[in-house]
Nanobody
Framework: VQLQASGGGLVQAGGSLRLSCAAS????????LGWFRQALGKERLFVAA????????LYADSVKGRFTISRDNAKDTVYLEMNSLNVDDTAIYFC??????????????????WGQGTQVTVSS
């Protein structure tokens, strides 16, 4: 599975962005899909994930209520709608996929496939 993230950019605090991650090489309808982010000099952290059907989602506390993860299995794409952005959301955002577990994974080692990342910069 190859993942291609896009949609990052520069936005003012309070603004919104929508990230997309398109999969190729294999249909991802059976995969759990996640978003992680890594700020400069920091470790990669869990942001959100969605199970194969889209009926279960999980969010980091820091983004709960502001970010929404969704997926379109017909397009093999996962999205991350980000609202009320603040400077602490500045990071490279990575999408990831896994199909080994029925539980939603929040650790990086729980995912087997990773996109290349897209930069999100929030200015104050």
């Amino acid at each position: 599975v190859q993942l291609q993230a896009s949609g990052g950019g520069l936005v003012q605090a309070g603004g919104s962005l929508r990230l997309s991650c398109a999969a190729s090489g294999r249909a991802i309808g059976a995969y759990t899909l996640g978003w992680f982010r890594q700020a400069l000099g920091k470790e990669r952290l869990f942001v959100a994930a969605i199970n194969w059907s889209g009926k279960r989602t999980l969010y980091a506390d820091s983004v709960k209520g502001r970010f929404t993860i969704s997926r379109d299995n017909a397009k093999d794409t996962v999205y991350l709608e980000m609202n009320s952005l603040n400077v602490d959301d500045t990071a490279i955002y990575f999408c990831a996929a896994e199909d080994r577990s029925t539980a939603i994974q929040t650790a990086t080692y729980g995912y087997d496939y990773w996109g290349q990342g897209t930069q999100v910069t929030v200015s104050s």
